[in-house]
């Protein structure tokens, strides 16, 4: 079947370069398959991640030809004959080594969003129409392509300030959870900076899980932040009735 | 290492292959040409001789409409002395402030990003937390372009109302009685009014309105209209950006028709309708 | 490079962070211990994120006459008895109420549609009743991402991407563990007082497989050479649904749930075999004509009719996975598959390519994206692939310690719950079940332990000279080359039939790689250098492979999992036994244990209340 062409960067925290690599190339293959048989042929030590091989855990995100995609999931036929194929590791987290990156910084940011806490006295029959929309957000692998996308990270480097997409689909899985008891709004706009998203949507375009993440997840969240604190009528009339 | 590409910033660094500057291209002229369009089409309402170039017959440019024109507006510096004036800052507002604008505007003029995973000028970022803080007011708009949904179809309905002593030499509909009939501006102006309602009603902050703003389960079991009209909402949400860019292309057409047939460029066909309902049409229209 | 360790105490250490793993740090932090989880991947990537059909549990929510007694029935008789009777007792009374509790962490299942809102429930092979608790087909991911968020909120310390390579013991007891950072290469300490691991399971030692990475066996070989018993390392299940082509995605499981939903297997001529292949102790509960099943499968399929009211019997392509495999292969090795052997899975013809899409929508992107097939227009190509080991660490069932004090299994690396052959949905169940009593009762033992057990530096140089040992190494092998070879080895010596001679040779094989796994080289350094960590794991996987091999050549007869050629069909005496694998000296030593048998009392009401028939317990016992 031929040969195919990818260049891979190779380095460390402290820089590095990409490195040519030609490889037979078998039917079906993905950037994946190649990765792993340049692991096996040529270069052992070539760092990458993944585990399942069927865009299911999110562990093999990387910069594929510029975007952000997962290795699993792009096939070699996608590219032209001949074409050289550049493989990155996703550009807005500090390198580990290769194409592993150092995400812990994802998990932190986890750490801080209240978890779910059911209302008191919760009866847990509900109907599916109201899963659903729970259950999009929750289709979440955490690739965190998404958060490697977003120019707020990837650009402005507001690692302190904002949560990025990722975190917002959660937050909404439980803030639009019907039997959850707890209010993040406050934690949205202040620590979690939503205001800072301007919805371009590039998460969007980028997530392998199809979640809709400005439209059903960013947005309405940023309605509800609205609801508290900009909307004049809105805040006096929760005065009025107290709430 | 100075040529790392890895770490490398800066506008329009990436190593995307495809023309991603297209889409950012296309919006610049896409949105450049309409705004120059509308604000010229705005400034200019008159003809040389004083005739209407926002009307014509029953038809009446959705950019005048409603319309208002006020003794104190031919105070104003004569450029600005339009009736547009009076209608304009709502629909700009609300499209202006928009979901779906904001992005496309956000990418293609302040490049924040010019497209995915591509660099952008590092200057100073505070997205919509300073001074684009601004747009949380959108609720306010839609609430207003609620109301020109009505307008703009009743206008629609208006322009089945056909002068019976014809068009008058300022391109008025003339003194006298009315009867029912149908043009070619007619339909352009109700299709006109049935876009702007699919992208108005499937608006964002509507959407947060009738259901998106509760958690669920209350919806379903305890507001079961609204959870009905989340779903119709959602529906269209899902075609915002089409909504918005065929409707604000339809405005401008449907300017544009009007002002082609005041100006006698365009012919506009039409007929009569059910000439046996022409006296209640008398009826209708008889005071004008 | 630096020998220097870093170092940790926790009262437990759990080692893995699939669905057992995160299960029992949550509860032993709940129990007051401080509680350290270590895992090779990232958090929430373990192989448990793959499963798809669902988490079985007698919920009851959609077929009234689900009962733990049917659901212990159904498990006994999917693994053939093989099954240390009083796990899969405790598995199947305990399982509703750990579904029950995910959901009350935050897990949003599926919903039935009778007006109820209850937890939905689907078909599996094997189970008599509606039963696995479903999220499309990504359950595996709702599971753990419910147990994470519950975890990292419950005070666990969670040390990622991080291998143990040895635990340590302080005379007989268990001290802790030794392992390295994947990422810098630096050793680490444990000091625990108790460790579970819960490391999931075997499949990358098979060249076609459906498992992560992650699955090279690391906790049977671990506890094996720390001195704990495996058992039932013959029973390994193989899927009989996995892709066969293209080459790259071969073995990627194919959901149970296409058959769930109406999929047919077809031969290359046509015919619907599985009605050929229908095994005594099922038959009567399947259907026996074509015609037959599809009236049930438009009853209950499509109309959503209740299962307890329709007369007709299920189609035969819902069997256990060890009958079904067994068909697949025998009409592909009698020339009726494809060109890349496998055969047909059709939904196609079946059902509407939107219900398709919203029934199974990872199965569809899977086959769009990997193998360029619309899986609503044609049959997708299936064939038999590594999937799941039932034998494991030998646990006590109330508290799943092993025999070394201290040292506590579960999940998929814990044995006894499935016998010879594990249905759909028992593994998530059993990861929450016994995952919770692992944690729980390593935290008891923890907490009697006033000191923290002793570890000995002389053992952890040895360990560093031992890790290190690849990089010493000049011109040896790369371990890539060498995990080929052992997976083809493997597959040849141990796959899904077997016969003395075959398994003979394989031993030798395994020999002559230990040999060469000695001289293993790994090029680069020890930061993030993922064929230095294929070296460390090749010891783990040539101990588990021969210790398969060797319980494989005992167990004379064929049960579930374990198929032998020359001896076909149930043995009396076998029937009766389970092979227990240890560490002697430097050697493996087999021996065979009486397998604990369903006590009378139970036994009896079983039969009385019908739902276990004495016919099907005489032939399982080999005694028909
Ligand atoms: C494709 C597929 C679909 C499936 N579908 C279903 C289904 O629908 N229903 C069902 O019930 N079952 C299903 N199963 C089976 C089930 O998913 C697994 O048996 C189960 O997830 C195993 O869980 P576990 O917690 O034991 O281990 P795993 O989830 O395998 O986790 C092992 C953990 O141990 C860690 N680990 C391993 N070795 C080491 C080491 N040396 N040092 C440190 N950490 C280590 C790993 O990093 C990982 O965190 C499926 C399996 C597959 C492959
Ligand atoms: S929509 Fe918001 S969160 Fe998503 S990529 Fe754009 S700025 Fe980031
Ligand atoms: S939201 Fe989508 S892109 Fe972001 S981490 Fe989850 S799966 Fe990946
Ligand atoms: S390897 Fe799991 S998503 Fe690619
Ligand atoms: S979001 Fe586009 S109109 Fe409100």
């Known amino acids: 079947m031929g040969k195919v062409h990818l260049r891979v960067y190779r380095g460390n925290s402290e820089g590095g370069q990409l490195r040519d690599y030609e490889v037979e190339a078998e039917e079906g293959m993905v950037v994946l398959d190649v990765i792993h048989k340049i692991q096996a042929t040529q270069s052992s030590d070539l760092a990458c991640r993944w585990n399942c091989k069927a865009g299911k855990c999110g562990s093999c995100s990387a910069e594929i030809n510029g975007k952000p995609r997962l290795m699993c999931m792009t096939r070699m036929n996608e590219f032209k004959e001949g074409e050289v194929i550049t493989v990155m590791p996703m550009k807005t987290f500090p390198l580990m080594k290769d194409l592993a990156t150092d995400v812990s910084w994802n998990y932190e940011v986890n750490k801080k969003i209240p978890p779910f806490t059911p209302v008191e006295g919760a009866v847990w029959q509900w109907e599916q129409e109201d899963a659903d929309r729970v259950q999009e957000f929750r289709k979440c692998i955490e690739c965190f392509l998404c958060q490697d996308t977003c120019h707020v990270l990837r650009d402005h480097d507001k690692m302190t300030k904002f949560a990025g997409p990722r975190f917002f689909v959660r937050t909404a899985s439980l803030e639009m959870h019907p039997l959850d008891a707890l209010d993040r709004t406050e934690l949205l706009k202040q620590e979690h900076g939503i205001g800072l998203c301007n919805i371009t949507k590039c998460c969007t375009e980028v997530c392998p899980e199809s979640i809709h993440i400005t439209d059903n997840a960013i947005i309405p969240l940023k309605e509800r932040v609205v609801d508290k604190y900009y909307d004049p009528l809105r805040i006096l009339w929760n005065k009025i009735l107290g709430k | ?225 609204r959870f009905i009209l989340w779903r119709f909402v959602t529906k269209l949400n899902e075609r915002h950006m089409q909504w918005a860019l065929v409707s604000m292309l339809w405005v401008g057409f449907t300017d544009f028709y009007i002002r082609m047939c005041a100006m006698g460029v365009w012919h506009d066909f039409h007929i009569s309708l059910f000439p046996f309902l022409n006296s209640i049409g008398h009826v209708f229209g008889g005071s004008n | 490079m630096s020998d220097s360790y870093q170092s940790f105490e926790y009262d437990v250490l759990v080692i893995g962070a699939g669905g057992a793993g995160l299960r029992a740090a949550i509860e032993a932090s709940a129990a007051g211990c401080k509680t350290g989880l270590v895992c090779k991947s990232l958090l929430g990537k373990a192989h448990t994120v793959m499963a798809e059909g669902g988490i079985a549990a007698a919920l009851a929510t959609v077929d009234s006459r689900d009962s733990w007694q049917q659901h212990f029935v159904d498990s006994m008789i999917g693994g053939n008895l093989g099954n240390h009777w009083r796990m899969a007792q405790i598995h199947a009374q305990q399982a509703p109420d750990r579904v029950r509790e995910l959901e009350k962490w935050g897990a949003v299942f599926d919903r039935t549609t009778d007006g109820k809102g209850n937890i939905n429930v689907r078909h599996f092979g094997g189970h008599t009743y509606k039963r696995l608790a479903h999220v499309g087909d990504r359950t595996g991911l709702e599971l753990i991402r419910t147990l994470q968020d519950k975890g990292v909120h419950s005070g666990i310390d969670v040390h990622m991407e991080c291998t143990i390579y040895a635990l340590l013991k302080d005379g007989d007891r268990i001290a802790g563990a030794y392992g390295y950072f994947r990422e810098t290469g630096r050793p680490v300490l444990f000091k625990a007082k108790s460790v579970v691991v819960s490391t999931g399971g075997i499949g990358k030692l098979f060249f076609i497989n459906s498992n992560s990475w992650e699955c090279a066996g690391d906790g049977f070989a671990l506890s094996y050479l720390a001195g704990a018993e495996l058992c039932d390392m013959e029973y390994i299940q193989f899927h009989p649904t996995g892709m066969v082509w293209p080459p790259s995605v071969r073995g990627i499981l194919i959901t149970e749930g296409v058959r769930g939903e109406g999929g047919v297997l077809k031969n290359t001529k046509g015919e619907r075999f599985m009605f050929k292949y229908i095994p005594p102790k099922y038959q009567g509960k399947y259907a026996e004509t074509e015609a037959e099943a599809d009236i049930w499968f438009k009853k209950v399929v499509i109309d959503g009719v209740k299962e307890d009211t329709v007369t007709e019997r299920k189609p035969p392509e819902l069997m256990s996975r060890d009958v079904v495999a067994r068909a697949l292969w025998n009409e592909i090795k009698e020339g009726r598959g494809t060109e890349h052997g496998g055969v047909f899975l059709d939904i196609a013809t079946r059902r509407s390519a939107e219900d398709i899409k919203k029934k199974l929508p990872s199965m569809y992107h899977q086959f769009k994206q990997l193998a360029d097939v619309d899986i609503t227009k044609v049959p997708m190509e299936t064939g038999p692939t590594c999937h799941y080991m039932m034998g494991g660490v030998k646990v006590d069932p109330e508290t799943q310690m092993s025999n070394v004090p201290g040292l506590f299994a579960a999940g998929e690396c814990a044995a006894g719950m499935h016998g010879s052959n594990r249905l759909g949905g028992n593994s998530l169940s059993d990861l929450v079940v016994f995952g919770k009593l692992a944690g729980e009762h390593a935290a008891i033992y923890a907490k009697k ?166 016919e099907i317990l005489k032939q399982l016992r080999g005694e028909a």
């Open chain 2, 1 to 225: 290492m100075a040529t790392d590409v890895r770490t490398q910033k800066g506008l329009g660094v990436t190593l995307r292959k495809d023309p991603w500057w297209l889409e950012p291209l296309f919006y610049q002229c896409l949105f450049g040409g309409f705004t120059v369009y509308a604000t010229w089409a705005a400034l200019n309402p008159y003809g040389p001789n004083g005739q209407h170039y926002y009307e014509w017959g029953p038809y009446l440019s959705p950019m005048f409409s409603p319309f208002f024109n006020p003794a104190w507006l031919h105070k104003l510096p004569a450029l600005l002395a339009t009736p547009a004036l009076l209608v304009l800052w709502a629909p700009a507002g609300f499209r202006g402030t928009c979901y779906y604008y904001r992005k496309a505007y956000y990418r293609s003029v302040f490049l924040d990003p010019p497209g995915c995973a591509v660099g952008e000028p590092c200057a100073k970022y505070e997205g919509e937390t300073k001074f684009f803080i601004f747009q949380n007011i959108h609720r306010y708009f839609f609430y207003v372009a609620l109301i020109f949904i009505f307008i703009l179809s009743w206008d629609a309905v208006l322009a089945l109302m056909w002068p019976i002593n014809g068009i008058g030499p300022d391109n008025g509909s003339a003194e006298g009685p009315k009867q029912f009939g149908i043009g070619v501006g007619t339909l352009v102006m109700a299709l006109n009014a049935y876009l702007l309602g699919g992208y108005t009603l499937g608006c964002h902050a509507f959407r947060h309105l009738v259901g998106g703003g509760l958690d669920f389960l209350r919806v379903k079991k305890n507001h079961p209209v």
């Open chain 3, 449 to 614: 332990l006033k000191d923290f057990p002793k570890v000995d530096d002389a053992q952890l140089k040895g360990l560093n000279k031992e890790m290190n040992q690849p990089f010493e190494n000049q011109n040896g092998e790369v371990s890539y080359k060498i995990l080929a070879n052992l997976q083809h080895i493997m597959e040849k010596g141990a796959g899904m039939f077997r016969e003395e001679p075959t398994m003979e040779q394989c031993l030798k094989d395994l020999e002559g790689l230990k040999e060469r796994v000695k001289k293993v080289t790994a090029e680069g350094n020890r930061m993030f250098n993922p064929g230095w960590h294929v070296a460390l794991d090749l010891r783990n996987m040539l101990a588990v492979g021969e210790a398969i091999v060797r319980a494989a050549k005992e167990r004379k007869e064929s049960r579930g999992g374990h198929t032998r050629t020359d001896f076909t069909g149930y043995s009396k005496e076998f029937a009766k036994k389970r092979v227990v694998v240890r560490k002697k000296g430097a050697g493996m030593e087999v021996i065979r244990e009486d397998l604990p048998q369903i006590p009378k009392e139970l036994e009896e009401e079983l039969v009385n209340a019908h739902m276990l028939k004495p």
